[in-house]
């Protein structure tokens, strides 16, 4: 089982981006999906997450801005960010809890991060 996370880039404050984060192999079934984001010298903290009945919450300083979504055909999942800060500044990571298929058995997995620059 693999996430690749893509979207990330450089922007103006004010500016969009739109990430996105695909699953791949054996994959049962995807529970709850999210994204993470980590600074230089900070804790890698929740954004927004989004569940199999497409139920979400977000960080406060995201809500408003940010709106997660989820594709479960495609095992995807898309985080569009809007009203961008510098403090959104960071290495943005997707994450998933899922069922393998053959009685794998539940697992946590982690994209490689996509890097999310914020600046004038």
């Known amino acids: 089982v693999q996430l690749q996370a893509s979207g990330g880039g450089y922007v103006q404050p004010g500016g969009s981006l739109r990430l996105s984060c695909e699953a791949s192999?054996?994959?049962?079934?995807?529970?709850?999906m999210g994204w993470y984001c980590q600074a230089p010298g900070n804790q890698r903290e929740l954004v927004a997450r989004?569940?199999?009945?497409?139920?979400?919450n977000y960080a406060d300083p995201v809500k408003g801005r940010f709106t997660i979504s989820r594709d479960n055909a495609k095992n995807t999942m898309y985080l569009q960010m809007n009203s961008l800060k510098p403090e959104d500044t960071a290495v943005y990571y997707c994450?998933?809890?899922?069922?393998?298929?053959?009685?794998?058995?539940?697992?946590?997995?982690w994209g490689q991060g996509t890097q999310v620059t914020v600046s004038s």
């Open positions: 994450n998933a809890v899922l069922l393998r298929r053959n009685g794998g058995g539940l697992g946590i997995y």
């Open positions: 192999g054996a994959i049962f079934n995807i529970n709850v």
């Open positions: 989004i569940t199999s009945g497409s139920s979400t």
